[in-house]
């Protein structure tokens, strides 16, 4: 089962923090994934019509940190993902780590004009 959370922001916007399997092909561990929208429907919503159609937000066990907030408030698609820590707190090696892009995850070809 997925870990997740949600933060509401004070302008009414939420932030929701989903820990998922890699949709990666051969990809194996989990993903943090970050998601900026106006409620925690629509978060769900922008993740199924990427593909992620099995996503739901089961209590708040896991609700995004202040940097997590800061990242996906600051990326202009609002939904961003890196690799989930594995014992609960990120190490060393997760510090380091960018969020990257939803498109860099799903293999989608970035839009140049």
């Known amino acids: 089962m ?6 509401k922001l004070p302008n009414g916007t939420v ?8 949709p990666a092909a051969g990809t194996p561990g989990s993903v943090r994934v970050l998601v900026h929208a106006r409620n925690r429907p629509r978060a769900l919503t922008r993740l ?3 593909g992620l159609r099995a996503v739901y937000l089961r ?3 896991a609700p ?8 996906v408030l600051h990326h202009p698609d609002g939904l961003i993902w ?10 060393p090696d ?10 860099a995850l799903l293999g989608r070809p970035v839009a140049r004009t």
């Open 2 to 7: 997925s870990a997740g959370g949600f933060c």
């Open 15 to 22: 932030v929701v923090a989903l820990n998922l399997p890699s």
């Open 48 to 50: 199924r019509n990427l």
């Open 59 to 61: 209590g708040n066990a």
């Open 64 to 71: 995004p940190t202040l940097d997590e907030i800061t990242a």
């Open 82 to 91: 890196r690799t989930a820590p594995t014992g609960g707190t990120g190490g």
């Open 94 to 103: 997760l510090a380091q780590e960018l969020w990257r892009p939803i498109r």
